[in-house]
């Protein structure tokens, strides 16, 4: 009996699929890959199902005789194991980021005679509807809020940039480049306490308070449906943090950041310019505790932000709170530094690194902007955050675009400097 190989991420099936199983089937026994969410995240976003999920569905699919989890986007190291004499796949991947995939499926069943067999791409189903349609699905509290620690257990490192209302929380979910056939994208999104608040034309020092935060928080809920981390300040005082982590976890936001300073909170990067005080451990630790016993469920994150590095407190001080706050039980450090230097942050990675328990790393390289993804990642980073670039981006072009009107005492010469009006009337679908 003949082998046939068919990689699926199982996520949604459409006839499509079933056209490719079933050329599967008539050409031998058919062996199923169910793509991890760790492939998936190499070149699309993850799917709404687990992938234990997705192998349960694969796994009873009528004439799959056997399924197996395929755990790179390269299906070299499955096909090598099973040696299929085919793989079927829809012909839609000889351009875009697959190409190199198929070329090298190709090359590698070339050393037994296998064959790659490709089957027309079905083009009555609309997928851009289903996409829409699994957004919403996605959208559900449940599946959104759960979607960061998936990210995590899938990716070398998530990317996470600052939205501060609906349109920047729509750049964040739709932007994507192709760069040497890799596609990239963002991962998720941060509503920064500094951005919202400057937004609204107010200092970031925690004026802008829970009720007024969930309006911008809403606003990105709604029409977005990437995970979200929130900058929740302070935490607030413990007896309020409890409120915000139940109000946050039920709007499915994935996780909460909360710094360790008390008293009227000033923006960090100021560092000692302004008088900021941090919070003792002790202290620090009674809030993650009645934090985490608020939490439903085990999905939510609350993660501590490490002021140390910004106050001049020394690595060994960072060190100490992390070990500390770890074991009031917190989901993740962030270690906050705005130095350009990188030598206290990465001594304080080195160290962290030889923690026996570790919780993801966060960093946000806002002050240390040279410094890259992969370096970051080597350095045991597992989450980068943008935290302040969609409104740092366009407040200088708002401004430029101002005294170009009042230069000229008209709007012509600022035409390039904007987009059309035909442009911003279709940006949004369903303006018309
Ligand atoms: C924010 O974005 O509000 C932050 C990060 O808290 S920072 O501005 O660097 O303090
Ligand atoms: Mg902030």
Not at 110 to 117: A, D, R
Not at 263 to 277: A, E, I, M, P, R
Not at 290 to 305: E, P, S, T, V, W
């Given at each position: 009996?003949?082998?046939?190989?068919?990689?699926?991420?199982?996520?949604?099936?459409?006839?499509?699929?079933?056209?490719?199983?079933?050329?599967?089937?008539?050409?031998?026994?058919?062996?199923?890959?169910?793509?991890?969410?760790?492939?998936?995240?190499?070149?699309?976003?993850?799917?709404?199902?687990?992938?234990?999920?997705?192998?349960?569905?694969?796994?009873?699919?009528?004439?799959?005789n056997k399924v197996v989890f395929q755990d790179t986007l390269d299906y070299t190291e499955n096909l090598l194991d099973i040696?299929?004499?085919?793989?079927?796949?829809?012909?839609?991947?000889?351009?875009?980021?697959?190409?190199?995939?198929?070329?090298?499926?190709?090359?590698?069943?070339?050393?037994?005679?296998?064959?790659?067999?490709?089957?027309?791409?079905t083009k009555d189903i609309s997928f851009s509807k289903l996409r829409n349609g699994m957004n919403e699905v996605i959208k559900s509290p449940e599946i959104r809020g759960g979607m960061l620690r998936r990210l995590l257990n899938a990716k070398k490192?998530?990317?996470?940039?600052?939205?501060h209302d609906g349109l920047t929380s729509l750049i964040v979910e739709n932007t994507e480049v192709i760069v040497d056939g890799e596609k990239r994208s963002f991962d998720g999104m941060w509503i920064s306490s500094l951005t919202d608040s400057t937004s609204k034309g107010k200092p970031d020092i925690e004026l802008v308070d829970v009720t007024s935060r969930?309006?911008?928080?809403?606003?990105?809920?709604?029409?977005?449906?990437?995970?979200?981390?929130?900058?929740?300040?302070?935490?607030?005082?413990?007896?309020?943090?409890?409120?915000?982590?139940?109000?946050?976890?039920?709007l499915g936001i994935s996780a909460i950041i909360i710094e360790d300073k008390v008293?009227?909170?000033?923006?960090?990067?100021?560092?000692?310019?302004?008088?900021?005080?941090q919070d003792t451990i002790e202290n620090?630790?009674?809030?993650?505790?009645?934090?985490?016993?608020?939490?439903?469920?085990?999905?939510?994150?609350?993660?501590?932000?490490?002021e140390s590095l910004i106050l001049k407190q020394g690595v060994l001080d960072a060190l100490k709170r992390a070990k500390a706050y770890i074991d009031a039980g917190v989901d993740g450090i962030m270690i906050h530094s705005k130095d350009k230097s990188t030598e206290d942050l990465f001594h304080f990675c080195d160290e962290y690194a030889k923690f026996d328990y570790k919780v993801p790393l966060v960093a946000v390289p806002s002050a240390y902007s040279h410094v890259t993804e992969e370096k970051l990642y080597e350095k045991g980073v597992n989450?980068?955050?943008?935290?302040?670039?969609?409104?740092?981006?366009?407040?200088?072009a708002m401004v430029k675009v101002s005294k170009t009107i009042l230069e000229n005492k008209r709007a012509l010469e600022v035409e390039e400097l904007c987009m059309p009006i035909k442009d911003i009337l279709n940006l949004i679908p369903g303006t018309k």
């Open positions: 009996m003949k082998k046939s190989y068919v990689a699926l991420s199982a996520d949604v099936l459409h006839p499509g699929h079933y056209n490719i199983i079933n050329k599967a089937r008539e050409l031998g026994e058919v062996v199923v890959g169910v793509l991890t969410d760790k492939a998936i995240s190499e070149y699309k976003r993850l799917p709404y199902l687990s992938q234990d999920q997705r192998k349960n569905i694969a796994e009873n699919i009528k004439g799959v040696k299929p004499d085919y793989v079927v796949h829809g012909d839609n991947w000889k351009h875009g980021v697959q190409k190199k995939v198929r070329e090298k499926v190709i090359e590698v069943l070339k050393q037994w005679n296998g064959q790659l067999i490709e089957i027309p791409y490192i998530v990317r996470i940039l600052e939205a969930l309006q911008t928080i809403n606003e990105v809920l709604e029409v977005s449906s990437k995970p979200i981390i929130l900058d929740g300040d302070t935490g607030g005082i413990l007896e309020h943090f409890i409120y915000t982590v139940k109000t946050m976890e039920r008293g009227l909170k000033k923006n960090s990067l100021f560092g000692t310019d302004v008088k900021q005080t620090f630790c009674k809030k993650i505790r009645a934090g985490k016993k608020a939490q439903l469920k085990k999905d939510f994150m609350i993660i501590a932000r490490i989450i980068v955050i943008y935290a302040n670039h969609l409104l740092r981006s366009a407040y200088p």
